[in-house]
């Protein structure tokens, strides 16, 4: 190992605490949808001692949705800033995006929660609360590493931007209007919760409303009408079918682990007003999975067909047509070659920090990857510290020693991607 | 026809317009739960106008929880009365309840209606809007058959207790309170859309939620949880299956044209929250059909023994069980034997004004005839204007010359029942 990554490893070694309290501080700010605020404010206030150049911004809606690949069900950004942090570099290196959202899902069912879902608690290791897995143990990671170069004293060549966006859970508009701002690099790097394995394709994602009628009818002659529940249920298993059809065709190895590599999610389902009245009308949302190699509009399709056919099976649809609609969230897969400078430079980094070779997965999800690498033409790997199966869920949590390994794994990747300027230049 | 009834017909023959426009008054009217108030004001001011005695009181929410048939989920019943008017006989007659409920369900998805709910619009000769049908056109067909005695003359030797109530399409809540305040009678009619024909078994019902727990995961991994919406599919199947079970053993031929005696309806579905998370919890809302002979408890019974039975079939659920919540409406059952005198009247005064025979079925739906014969033990038969496939739907409506009927013969069945007292006593 290099003297330059001795003084990192050591410099992060003796701050896992600050490291500690830094994500403790970011969990226990609720930055759900809307309330994104006051994290970014403990995000910005660290960047300012950091001496890094901030930019910090409100989305201009309306300007952005003139973009081709905006999509927001969002009205209001105000008062919820996008924030960029660069570190401006010595010239002659490769510059590198550290992307993460600030933006954390919903809760969910309160009682499922052990403790508060926002008390940032440690417990054997492992820091409990939303978004402490998805992502601001990723961000505190990224955060870490660029504090270990600048304590450290490594000046490197090329220029660090970090970003921490909202509205990546939403459809990706925080990431959106950074690239639409100017923010370019040779390189990013965002760390979802990958469990460090190392992603270069990652699964894209459209959110979908589907609205079904049916007819109403007093509950005691429901045979007098027609269930939107029964429709809806008809639908849901035409895309449960659907599902098994898309991913039977997916053959790519890096996909091997993964049960399902592109899911059709039902998320919600709303139907009916009156427990004796038969409900007139049904709304289904959900999420369809969108392989690497296919396109956003391709997987619509398919979809929209689907619904289609089911609709020519039934009387009563074929006459009261599903509707459906792409509202909300919609993530672009994201694909690097897996022969990139980039993979390799950062599974070196790995196997120096770790020992052992690191695995090299297609992503189970989508990210905020897809709109870096489709509209900014930026390489991107997703790779962080976090399991998918804590993200999302109640009791969400992450083993801090994976955010303090992350965070050598990626100043260690920084320093071989963009270069070191100083004497200790041994990259 | 009897001098009497020429009398009646002939009143009623040159008040349709009047009869009309009190029922376009009270469509007109959002008495949905909470807001009977207005529409109750109009019943009122009607039976003022009549000279009948009224009783206009607010149900004492805490003095009724204490009877075990109450069950209301509503917390105020303040500003939206009860009324009872009295039109006191001459002595030495049968009494007769007359009872119809003022509340009506909600409009549902508002793009199904052609016109406004609450239009109260005519056309060839059907008045349309909620509540029309259930029960605004019943409870006109009742004033309107008081009236006619009043103005025609006819004094009647027994009690008649017009009754308008709230809540019965939450649970009888209204109904419940009368009969706790004493109002009681050797018989009773309730005016819901029976099509004329002649209910002496009423279907009871009971109002149930389900609560399925399932297990939070990212949508792009779903694999990792389990979804509350396809163990809330489960469930909804199995109660299929359990509505079949109960609907065959049934073989009483009042239910010979009706496909489904007693059916289990899924009013409500809500599951879910964000599109690409697996669903942690999910909520089923509906109404099980309760036989004539059956009581509330055995049907409860049969139906938690069935939701044991899914959840002993499956893994998740044995470790994380349903809940069911026997909520809000609750209709006992009703049950009065084919000879009773007061089915053997109607039957005469529906051949009397009609020409042909009743039919004479059992009713498809529960209603506060249970309350008023297993509370009160007041013998009650369901018979109205009105179809029941408009109730509870989308541009709900009545056929006014049937509430004109309805009420001729709900006069003819007074004057036999109660027995007329003055000089044209010829009953």
Redesign the interface.
Known sequence: MTENMNLVKQWILENKEKGTKLLQALVRENSTRGNESSAQAIIIEKCRQLGMELDIWEIDEEELRKHPSYCSDRENFEGNPNVVAVLKGAGGGRSIILNGHIDV??T??HT?WVKDPFSGHIEDGKLYGRGST?MKGGTVALLLAIESLIKTGIRLRGDILFQSVIEE?SGGAGTLATVLRGYKADGAIIPEPTNLKIFPKQ?G?M???IRI?G???????????V?A??K??MV?EALQELEQTRNNKIKDPLYKN???PI?I??????????????????TI???I?VAPEETIEAAQKEMENCLQIICKGDKWLEANPLEIDWF??RWLPGNIDNQHSLIHVLSNSFTEVIGNKPIIEA????TDGGILSKIGNIPVVIFGPGI??A????NEYIHLEDVFRASEIIACTMMKWCGVADKRGDF
Do not use: C, L, M
């Open positions: 899902v919903p969910g069912d499922s998805d859970e699964q994602s959110w979908f409303r009628k007819k109403s009818a007093h509950g005691g002659t429901r045979y007098e009408g269930s529940i029964e809806a249920i849901i993964i049960s399902i899911p999610n039902i998320g919600k389902i709303n139907s009916g007003e009156w427990p004796s009245s038969v409900p007139d009308t049904a949302e959900g999420r999975g909300g969230g992503s189970p999800w989508g998918t199966t993200a999302h869920e109640a």
